[in-house]
């Protein structure tokens, strides 16, 4: 009678095994064989791939990016769990059934390009790999308003030292200040902006006698695009 396979021992560690067999005939069963050599299997290679939710946004608001991850096993079946991270962030993104996302933080980035690698770390079964480093994310500036403010409508001419003026410049989103300095038509003024704010007191006979529309202009930065005050404020100078 052809003998039967009863059983398969496997011993060893996850990815190496030995393997014994017994025959069951007619007679009953017989001894198990000798463990075979070990036979070890090789961990899966993986594919990491980036998906960016945009292509583009703007300074201070960079949370409004989802940034997509996937890591495809080398063969359809079991797939890879672990962690990802993404260059140049904070994300350490959990893999579960072979995806897993983040959501960028506000300001993460001055403005330019980015180019986002994910790194796949691999796992007990599977090989890590590296996303190709194709997707770009344009980070734009952003946009600024310029206010100004007189501490007072009017001075005497030899006295304008009385008169402060100061400015105000507000981001296009709260969170992030703009930085870098304001000039004062007109004067001599330049304001080093201190959280986005800062004055300037005038000096003695900067004027003539009448009517100053004074305008403020923030040149921006890498960041901030520049702006200027609406040229509403009326300062009148008087003898």
């Given amino acids: 009678m052809v003998p039967l396979l009863s059983h398969v021992q496997l011993a060893g560690p996850e990815t190496s095994y030995s393997f014994a067999v017994a025959a069951i005939n007619a007679s009953g069963t017989g001894a198990a064989s000798e463990n075979s050599n070990v036979v070890s299997f090789a961990k899966a290679t993986t594919k990491t791939a980036l998906k960016l939710s945009a292509n583009g946004v703007t300074f201070g608001h960079e949370q409004v990016e989802i940034i997509s991850v996937t890591v495809s096993p080398q063969y359809p079946g079991m797939m890879p769990t672990g962690s990802v991270t993404i260059s140049g962030t904070d994300c350490h993104v959990t893999v579960v059934a072979g995806k897993g996302s983040c959501t960028l933080s506000g300001a993460k980035f001055a403005s330019g390009f980015f ?16 996303s190709g480093g194709m997707s770009t994310l344009s980070i734009a500036r952003a946009a600024t308003t310029t206010a100004l403010k007189l501490s007072a409508v009017k001075a005497t001419y030899g006295q304008e030292q009385v008169e402060h003026i100061s400015v105000s410049v507000s981001s296009q989103y709260s969170g992030v200040t703009a930085t870098e300095t304001v000039t004062i038509s007109g004067t001599p003024c330049r304001i080093n902006l201190s959280a986005g704010k800062g004055s300037c007191t005038l000096s003695s006979k900067t004027f003539r006698t009448d009517f100053f529309h004074p305008i403020a202009t923030y040149g921006g930065n890498a960041n901030f695009k520049g702006s200027k005050s609406g040229g509403f404020s009326t300062l009148t100078v008087v003898k």
């Fill in 115 to 130: 180019h986002p690698v994910g790194s796949y770390a691999g796992s007990t079964n599977f090989t890590s790999s590296v």
